[in-house]
T-cell receptor
């Protein structure tokens, strides 16, 4: 069974802390994505990666960075967490087709920044 | 901006067909329409996608109008487990999915 896993389901951090969210996929997918989801706003793309060591900004990259050192792992980093980064964070992966037809999602990490 | 518009919520009786509409009048000729759903507390799940022709898989059918300005997702025999938020999605020029707020579908016993 294909799987995308995220390091934590729930996370509570304090303002100013550095936060790492980890995502691992076991499908040998080239593409990986990080989204955040807020009530009434749908999913918004933060960063994505088409290959190891490659990264592209999505729609809302400010305040975030990413790392992809291995094909199966894509990390989202909040350099200095702020309360407006309290959100649900979703990781996804897909095969390298234009349009990313089928993205496989992890269960999400609900991050609260106090 | 999302390229699609959907009703905020819908109800459907268990065992009946659930028909979820979507308007995508600004979608361009070579852009696919995708449908995902998100069950509470889970990540989104891919359902189906299409370009011009109607499509069917084990989960659902997708009916796309000839002018491609709208489509309908059909769940032929809805069950309580189909209660979820359903997203009709277009893609931007970089082929990234543009998510709207979706339709909250409630299946009632």
């Amino acid at each position: 069974d294909v799987k995308v896993t995220q390091s934590s389901r729930y996370l509570v951090k304090r303002t100013g802390e550095k936060v790492f969210l980890e995502c691992v996929q076991d499908m040998d997918h080239e593409n990986m994505f990080w989204y955040r989801q807020d009530p009434g706003l749908g999913l918004r793309l933060i960063y994505f990666s088409y290959d190891v060591k490659m990264k592209e900004k999505g729609d809302i990259p400010e305040g975030y960075s990413v790392s992809r050192e291995k094909k199966e792992r894509f990390s989202l980093i909040l350099e200095s967490a702020s309360t407006n980064q309290t959100s649900m964070y979703l990781c996804a992966s897909s095969l390298p087709s234009k349009g990313g037809h089928e993205q496989f999602f992890g269960p999400g990490t609900r991050l609260t920044v106090l | 901006d999302a390229k699609t518009t959907q009703p905020t919520s819908m109800d459907c009786a268990e065992g009946r067909a659930a028909n979820l509409p979507c308007n995508h009048s600004t979608i361009s000729g070579n852009e696919y329409v995708y449908w995902y759903r998100q069950i509470h507390s889970q990540g989104p799940q891919y359902i189906i996608h299409g370009l011009k022709n109607n499509e069917t898989n084990e989960m659902a059918s997708l009916i796309i109008t000839e002018d491609r300005k709208s489509s309908t997702l059909i769940l032929p025999h809805a069950t309580l487990r189909d209660t979820a938020v359903y997203y009709c999605i277009g893609a931007d020029s970089n082929y990234q999915l543009i998510w709207g707020a979706g339709t909250k579908l409630i299946i009632k016993p």
